[in-house]
């Protein structure tokens, strides 16, 4: 195999099967993968919950992950936020002509070891080459399907008046460790992404403690903008109490410096949740026996809108009794974060 991509690679021939066998089937290898059919045939049950998201995060490799491995956890836990056991993936790889072989190797070495760590299969795949300059290095697709566990599932509109606000860890570090990487900014060396598969934690918590109103996962935007979706599909206010919200001390004073607010930062590996307050003692317990969620915690109440409130507004209390509002993310803060 030469040192960087060839264009060919992608033509369907024998160069681009050399590429499949080589590279994507010795690191994604199962039985379902392995028939090489144009489809994947799968055994699973209904209801399913189906998702897709594209990666075009940049530079490809930062602290704590790189894009192959957020291409598979993201997808991972936007299939397990409907409460659902992810069980599937496909991947669909857009690839520039000259990329570093060895690179890519490294990726698909770490997707595979991230699938197989979340329990999943990568089931499809596609590669596509295009001429340089046509793409930054790898564009990565990918979809996951996975069967739902509990019924109603968890959805961005079941938020209730009097339910807790739960997130499963620290915020924010995601956004700034690519951040840092991107810029070389040495003060941000200690920030690493929170890149994780939370399928495990999002199944214990739907079986074990139940009647999970709402599950989501804050990613661009950050938690300030889910809080926002969430509080507008709902119609209701989310009252958050500043102190209570998880924050790295290295993402507290490297946002200082860049002026960055942590609650539209980009998490890759935190979660939302919404229930009835009588259980919320018994989530956060779950959440911090995961090796994800050690620092989970209550960090407000959903109330039902009440004037001069209005329905879908998400306000922060401070530590010093003031109250601000927490809008939508306004443009994008930071372009290519996944
Ligand atoms: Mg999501």
Known sequence: MTKTLLLDCGSGGRASQRLINELFLSHFDNPVLRTLDDAAKLDIKGPIAMGTDGY??????????????????????????????????????????????????????????????????????????????????????????????????????????????????????????????????????????????????????????????????????????????????SGVVCMLEEEHIPLHDAVRSGCDVLGLDPLYLANEGKLLCFLPEEKAEAALAVMRSDPHGGEAARIGTVYAPEAPSRPGQVILKTPIGGKRLLSMLEGDQLPRIC
């Open 56 to 233: 075009t995060v940049a530079p490809p490799f930062f602290p704590g992950g790189n894009i192959g491995t957020l291409a598979i956890h993201g997808t991972v836990n936007d299939v397990s936020m409907l409460g659902a056991r992810p069980r599937y993936l496909t991947c669909s790889f857009i690839l520039e002509e000259g990329l570093d072989l060895e690179l890519l190797e490294r990726i698909v070495a770490s997707m595979g070891e991230a699938a197989r760590n979340a329990g999943v299969l990568i089931v499809s795949g596609d590669t596509k080459v295009v001429p340089r300059g046509m793409c930054d290095k790898l564009f990565i697709t990918t979809a996951g399907v996975g069967e739902i566990l509990v019924d109603p599932a968890p959805s961005g509109s079941s938020a209730r008046p009097g339910d807790a606000i739960l997130v499963s860890g620290a915020v924010g570090d995601h956004g700034l460790a690519v951040l840092g990487q991107r810029d070389s900014l040495s003060f941000l060396q200690g920030v690493e992404s929170d890149s994780a598969a939370l399928n495990r934690m999002v199944e214990r918590l739907v079986l074990e403690v139940g009647d999970i109103h709402v599950l989501r996962d804050p990613t661009r935007g950050g938690l300030a903008t889910t809080l926002n979706e969430i509080a507008g599909q």
